[in-house]
DNA sequence: ATAATATAGTTGACAAAATCAACCAAACAA
DNA sequence: TTGTTTGGTTGATTTTGTCAACTATATTAT
């Protein structure tokens, strides 16, 4: 690994990261992946949202949101609800057993992340953030 | 996003940087994917390589690696021939083309990289490699 | 108010990517 | 020699992502 170690770096760290986290999840018992967990973590956060909201969030294709929506309501961990707002969208929210699941994805998130520090220093994370911040800067400059 | 956790970062990082490539090396047009690039750019670093060596680096499927290899072998970007040393493998190489791919990706690779170290003095790359790999061993400690 | 256009969401068809299991042949270890 | 491991291939399947068409509602311009 030579010059490129930068983002061969990033990725690796990906991969560890979604392996342990699925591990760590017993994701696939759960019948979770990796956009469920997303979602799900995402309509936690921002109560009443709708399905654009996540398409326009993780910029993905509509059809796979609704589908995965759709997948979401039939598990029962979602619901939806007219919008009082607009009649062609409906508001998503998590049942209990969704909270149930997205404090389970909260609590193995926040053991990976105990994982990801250890051996290192509050100033080291510290650094890292921003760093990586300023590299995340760099190149949306160049995306947009 | 709320508390800027380290795999969000990651995450913006690896969005950002995929997005970045594939515009800068017109990627789709040329019939490259994300795998292609990271195949093409192994090989080329290490001369005399393995489909093994690509599973093992990457950690990915040894049937997906086949079919990848015998799709780059139709295009014509790479050539196998018999590993002298065990008559089960061969050893992969870059045609022509392949190496001209190659340093297009480098190039590209090299631009953007350029890109993402604006802002950066070096004690903070090396920081941030550093600091990065030994997050990626504390996952593969807990993936073990 | 009406017409044209844009938006939220659904569905069908399909392509691309990843995964699993079975298998072969060569290599290695007992 | 025999049993086991390893490198690689293939078939079958699943998962994930994408494109286009369509409905219904909303918005904008006339």
Redesign the interface.
Known sequence: M??????D?????????R??MR??LNASELGLNYMHVKCLTFIE?NKACAANDIVNFFARDKAQIARLVKDMITNAWVIKTDNPEDRRSQLLSLTDEGKRLASLIAET?SN??Q??????TDQ??E???R??????N??????S
Chains 1, 2 share one sequence.
């Open positions: 030579h010059d490129n170690s930068i983002s770096t990033v990725f690796a760290f990906v991969h560890s990261y392996l342990a591990t760590g956060s998130q990976v992340h994982q990801m520090q250890k051996n290192l080291e994370l650094d890292f953030k760093i990586t911040n300023t590299i995340v760099n190149l949306n400059d160049l995306n």
